[in-house]
């Protein structure tokens, strides 16, 4: 990421794993655009997801594309966006946008994850996705732009460490 460039940051991990949170607290620091990659779902995917059947990549294709459109839009203003990312391809697909995109995968244990899920009320995604999620992730690769952020202390504390790892970049 060039010094002069704002970032591109794609908030990552599994359901539940904090992404709004700390994304919405990135972009307020970093003072930059959010957005939620909820919002970039078709009807037909909430409703899947509401059913309890994952999405495959056909579902998934066109929301990355969304996504991948935002990043492009900021891209040299930047902006901070949340996407559970989970497989290296969708990953790639974000990451051709811009040089300035950088991933921070929210990086937690199961057990943890499951019982933020099970305090989360009103979200379309049900608990019981969650290890079809774990399963399907593939942890950032030394040669992908990005950091794994542990999720093990306070909201501030992920923060603080997703920051850090920011400006390392």
């Not at 902006?79 to 811009?98: E, H, I, M, N, P």
């Not at 994850?113 to 399963?135: K, N, T, V």
């Not at 942890?139 to 390392?168: F, W």
């Amino acid at each position: 990421m060039s010094h002069n460039a704002a970032p591109l940051i794609v908030v990552m991990g599994v359901s539940g794993s904090g992404k709004t949170t700390v994304g919405q607290a990135i972009a307020q620091r970093l003072a930059v655009p959010y957005a939620e990659a909820d919002d970039f779902h078709s009807p037909q995917n909430v409703a899947k997801m509401r059913a309890g059947v994952p999405l495959d990549d056909e579902d998934r294709r066109p929301w990355l594309d969304a996504i991948a459109t935002w990043l492009d839009e900021h891209a040299g203003r930047g902006g901070v966006v949340t996407c559970s990312a989970l497989k290296r391809r969708y990953r790639d697909r974000l990451a051709a946008v811009s040089p300035e995109v950088l991933f921070l995968h929210l990086d937690g244990s199961a057990e943890l994850i499951a019982g933020r899920l099970a305090q989360r009320e009103d979200h379309f995604m049900p608990a019981s996705l969650l290890q079809s999620q774990i399963d399907a992730l593939e942890p950032l690769e030394p040669d992908e732009s990005g950091a794994a952020v542990p999720i093990d202390g306070t909201p501030e504390r992920t923060t603080a460490l997703a920051l850090a790892a920011v400006e390392a970049r």
